[in-house]
């Protein structure tokens, strides 16, 4: 098992950046593959990013690919989300997400095992 800890959501501007972090309660490199969701309100649970457990390669939703960059370090089992150019409509709760194997859909909630609480990210326009 994994706790997962998000932090660093908040209140910005349309056009301002923030960077999110999840700390994981273990090592996760080799381990998990490591994913960031968002929620609006009255929204399905929309993917974001991933970063893959071996190699650290990472792959984009297509609303936030250009704008959003996930990293990760590894010596504090954390990843982050760089979250620049932020517009009205990134607004909602931003998700850690940890999977042991992707089956078939990395972009699907139900691939993932464990959840932080989540972060609340608020764009004003």
């Known amino acids: 098992q994994v706790q997962l800890v998000e932090s660093g959501g908040g209140l910005v501007q349309a056009g301002g950046s923030l960077t999110l972090s999840c700390v994981a309660s273990?090592?996760?490199?080799?381990?998990?593959?490591m994913a960031w969701f968002r929620q609006a309100p009255g929204d399905e649970r929309e993917f974001v990013a991933l970063?893959?457990?071996?190699?650290?390669?990472?792959v984009y939703g297509d609303s936030v690919r250009g704008r959003f960059t996930m990293s990760r370090d590894s010596a504090k089992n954390t990843v982050f989300l760089q979250m620049n150019n932020l517009k009205p409509e990134d607004t909602g709760v931003y998700y850690c997400?940890?999977?042991?194997?992707?089956?078939?859909?990395?972009?699907?909630?139900?691939?993932?095992?464990?959840w932080g609480q989540g972060t609340q990210v608020t764009v004003s326009s």
């Open positions: 997400a940890a999977a042991t194997q992707i089956r078939r859909d990395y972009s699907n909630s139900n691939e993932y095992d464990y």
């Open positions: 273990r090592r996760t490199v080799g381990t998990y593959f």
């Open positions: 970063i893959s457990r071996s190699d650290g390669s990472t």
